[in-house]
């Protein structure tokens, strides 16, 4: 990567080669029983930067990238993709800002697309600032959505891409030791895929569906405490709350797998309590209603020495309540865990 930097111009490039060799047994001291095996490589370069002028902000990027895949169940697919944007911030005044961009892409398989955005924000006071936003995306299918092939999983090579409208409409408040936000969303779907079957005793298949409608509220505050001293002191306390409503219509006769496992409500809680200068204590409690699940409670903690130090060391521990759930589809989550191990702050 390279950064150059002069006047009013700002320009980040780099370029990268990734590779992944997977594993992926269904039993896992039986490979003969069920064995996938892939490798998969990407080779890209990318450049991203901004301007400032009279007119105000602006930015621009262009993107080249090359993904392969050598697998044993989905076959040697590649497809490349070159990716173009530019976007504008302007100033109107003190209080108001506009935002408008254009992203464009061209895939191999499916040829340009092309995506506008726009956002606007009012600081209203001092400690209030009120922001929209309208943008439209999609998304491809992976390698397993088209040409998977299994016991109870099967792709389908004709899915075309996800299309998406989103907006949203929120505000930020920040006062002294306070953070606090609310948005609303509202997100259309086009040709979402979704893995469907007709029976219990049919093997799964993904599907496009004709339009998909997400909306909720985001909600979240935080608080940081002053340093007093003391030897043990709260640090900063938070709070969120998020809330989607999916409206899915099913079609008569097909199993859908992961929308009835879309999230609903999530409450998350949050204690930072400083030992010290050197020990910190971070504790997270996360209550989350699935549609047509039975809700669960997870607790998660960490401790960590030395963290902003040049060598720190941390220790946590997930799940501590040893809840039963699972997030999406059929794959139970992992119960109690354990992690530790150390940081190097080289700067």
């Keep these: 990567s390279h950064t150059y930097s002069k006047n009013r111009l700002y320009l980040n490039t780099r370029a990268y ?17 069920f064995q996938n095996i892939h490798t998969s490589d990407v080779l890209a370069i990318e450049s991203n930067g901004s301007y400032k002028s009279k007119l105000g902000t602006t930015g621009f990027g262009i993107e080249g990238r090359k993904e392969s895949i050598e697998s044993s169940n989905l076959g040697n697919h590649e497809r490349e993709l070159v990716g ?16 408008a961009g254009l992203y464009s892409n061209y895939y191999s398989e499916y040829g340009w697309k092309h995506f506008p955005g726009a956002e606007i924000g009012f600081q209203a006071t001092p400690s209030i600032r009120l922001y929209s936003g309208i943008g439209s995306s999609y998304r491809i299918p992976t390698y397993t959505d088209l040409y998977y ?10 899915l075309t891409p996800e299309q998406a409208l989103s907006f949203e409409l929120g505000g930020k408040w920040t006062k002294e030791n306070w953070r606090g936000e609310l948005v609303y969303f509202n997100r259309t779907s086009q040709n979402l895929i979704e893995w469907t079957r007709t029976s219990s005793t049919q093997p799964w298949q993904p599907q496009n569906f004709n339009e998909v409608i997400f909306k909720g509220v985001e909600a979240s505050a935080y608080y940081q405490v002053n340093p007093t001293g003391k030897a043990v002191q709260v640090k900063e306390l938070m709070l969120s709350y998020n809330f989607i409503d999916a409206e899915f219509v099913a079609t008569p006769g097909l199993e859908s797998r992961y929308a009835l496992t879309a999230l609903r409500n999530q409450l998350i809680g949050g204690v930072l309590v400083g030992f010290g200068k050197k020990v910190e204590w971070n504790t997270k409690m996360r209550y989350v209603e699935r549609i047509s699940m039975d809700p669960y409670f997870l607790l998660d903690m960490r401790v960590d020495y030395n963290r902003l130090g040049k060598l720190g060391f941390f220790a946590e521990a997930s799940n501590v309540t040893k809840a039963d759930y699972i997030e999406a589809g059929t794959v139970q989550m992992p119960g109690r865990w354990f992690r530790a191990g150390f940081m190097v702050n080289l700067e």
């Design 17 to 33: 080669w990734r590779r992944n060799e997977d594993e992926f047994r269904l039993r896992r001291n039986e490979p003969s029983f």
């Design 84 to 99: 173009l944007f530019l976007e504008q911030l302007v100033n109107l005044g003190e209080k108001t800002d506009i935002r």
């Design 149 to 158: 092939r299994g016991p109870t999983n099967i792709g389908n090579a004709n």
